[in-house]
């Protein structure tokens, strides 16, 4: 692994957030289909490969404070894939991407994680952890063992189940609403989608 980053808070992760404008309040549909007051725009992170480098190099530490040595990093397409590279460069190890085929996530490009190989698998943001649970279920056929999940900020305050431990830089709970339950001053705001699933 590369010099080790110190270790960062929470105020310090939505520190950098607010900084390049990826904390947005308003109404917002996540990816989950969920309603929420608040999104966080991790393109407006990703785009800045210098605030990139300096949030995956303490990700990177945490992992490894967690789980020890890790052999491969597995993200889920889009998303996932610039954190899951930049965070495997300061792990020292290989990064690899699962992506959509006929609905669902697949390896390929002659991706695998081989016997004996360690992998943990990293996302931008975990809200539901639906995506992170197709990323784990994609990888449930390789040889190499998959010690746990880790990711920039996790919404659900820990209280999300991915079937694996998880690794958060940052835990927070954002409030989010099926589209049937919105509080009154939710559902007097236009919605937008400001995420990526579903785009063609």
Not at 24 to 45: D, N, R, T, Y
Not at 159 to 172: E, F, I, M, Q, T
């Amino acid at each position: 692994m590369t010099e080790p980053a110190p270790a960062l808070t929470t105020e310090d992760v939505l520190a950098e957030f607010r900084e390049a404008g990826a904390l947005l309040e308003g109404h917002f549909v996540l990816s989950s289909g969920l309603h929420s007051p608040v999104f966080l725009q991790k393109m407006a992170i990703f785009q800045d490969p210098v605030r990139t480098e300096r949030l995956c190099r303490a990700l990177a530490g945490a992992i490894e404070a967690r789980f020890g040595r890790i052999d491969v990093v597995v993200s889920p397409a889009i998303g996932g894939i610039v954190p899951g590279y930049e965070t495997a460069r300061h792990l020292g190890a290989r990064a690899i991407f699962v992506e959509r085929e006929a609905g669902a996530f697949v390896l390929r490009r002659g991706f695998s994680i081989p016997a004996g190989a360690r992998a943990v698998m990293v996302e931008d943001i975990v809200t539901t952890g639906l995506s992170s649970r197709e990323c784990l279920a994609a990888l449930a056929g390789e040889k190499g063992e998959i010690v746990g999940a880790a990711c920039l900020i996790d919404r659900s305050g820990g209280s999300v189940d991915l079937g694996v431990p998880l690794v958060a830089l940052a835990s927070l709970v954002v409030p989010a609403y099926p589209a049937d339950a919105l509080p009154p001053e939710l559902a007097a705001l236009p919605a937008t989608k400001p995420g990526s699933r579903g785009l063609q």
